[in-house]
């Protein structure tokens, strides 16, 4: 009997002292005050990074060089509650426009101005299953801590 193993989706939850309307326009309007100028694909340094307001918009980077660099596409907008980006990054930090991974944010109100962040990130095992794309899966977990500690840094000034 053979078993198949799924790479666990990547989830994490945090509480931000901010209404879910703050915390939604933070996340989405705000984007590049929190998004690590470090985080890119591009092949120039990251100037701004954008999330277009709207289902089918887009998410990417634009670079000093001038350049943008795609890192999916917006499949729910729910303002201010839910969430839900296409990442389209593979396991070798480029853009696949076949690919498809989900980024799902959920702001739920859990009172006194509070605000319960509930991020995942799923379908991982669509990178593959190479060394490249394990070790990608595992930097990632570490990863998104770290950006979302800058994203409620940003939501609570």
């Not at 790479?7 to 994490?12: E, S, V």
């Not at 307001?53 to 060089?65: D, H, I, K, Q, T």
């Not at 593979?90 to 690919?99: H, K, Q, R, S």
Request: aromatic content about 10%; overall charge negative.
């Amino acid at each position: 009997m053979n078993q198949v193993i799924q790479p666990a989706a990547i989830r994490k939850t945090l509480t931000v002292r901010a209404t879910p309307e703050k915390a939604f326009a933070v996340f989405t309007d705000g984007f590049d005050r929190w998004w690590p100028k470090s985080h890119t694909i591009g092949k120039s340094p990251l100037k701004t990074a954008v999330i277009e307001p709207r289902v089918g918009g887009r998410w990417y980077g634009l670079s000093e060089a001038g350049t943008e660099d795609l890192w999916g596409d917006v499949l729910a907008w729910e303002p201010p509650s839910r969430l839900v980006l296409a990442w389209r990054i593979n396991g070798e930090w480029t853009y696949d426009p076949a690919l498809l991974t989900e980024v799902e944010v959920r702001f739920t109100a859990v009172g006194d101005g509070e605000t319960r962040v509930d991020f995942e990130h799923r379908d991982l095992e669509r990178f593959g299953g190479s060394t490249q794309a394990d070790e990608t899966r595992v930097s990632m977990d570490g990863g998104w801590g770290k950006i979302l500690e800058s994203f409620q840094a940003a939501a609570e000034a």
